[in-house]
């Protein structure tokens, strides 16, 4: 019997940076932590080399919703807009299938 | 007016490597040059530092499926497991809004 799935959400936030990266990743750092003490965050993964990936996991829109218009992360997300991103991306998905490898 | 969006899929791939990456690098360059190629193929995104992160995006779900089981790419898969990969997570998504933001 298959196990059962219970669909979640993605967001996937692809990112640029400009060459003024002052207070990014003090300001990233600080959105992560408090990210994960929202209700629905389930998990996040981070890299960047040329391009920087960041996707967030939620239990659903509402969560989502909640994350984008808290106060604190409206301030970074506009700091973001105004010097730290040259560009981004984002990516609002629902994971309906998932699989794991461990040795 | 809000502009149409069609739907489409991603999968998130999240991976960290084993120390024996021989041959590694190489694979992956080889597998996203082909991935290109494939039928439904829409773009790629991958970063790695601690933790890997490629994502690549695809038409519908037939598409996915065909890459996956791509003579080539299994082979891939059976050294990613066998050599390179310590761990990894393979999530099927779709995509349903974006937001893009270029100054």
Known sequence: M????????AVIFTSTLTEN???YHEMAEKMEALAKKQEGF???DSSRNEIGITVSYWENLE???NWKQHSEH???QE?????????YNTRICKVERE???TP
């Open 2 to 9: 298959e196990k059962e799935f219970k669909p979640y959400y």
């Open 21 to 23: 990266s002052e207070g």
């Open 42 to 44: 389930l998990g996040i």
């Open 63 to 65: 969560a989502i919703k």
């Open 74 to 76: 409206l301030i970074a």
């Open 79 to 87: 700091k973001g807009k105004n010097q730290w991103y040259s560009w």
């Open 99 to 101: 699989y794991e490898f």
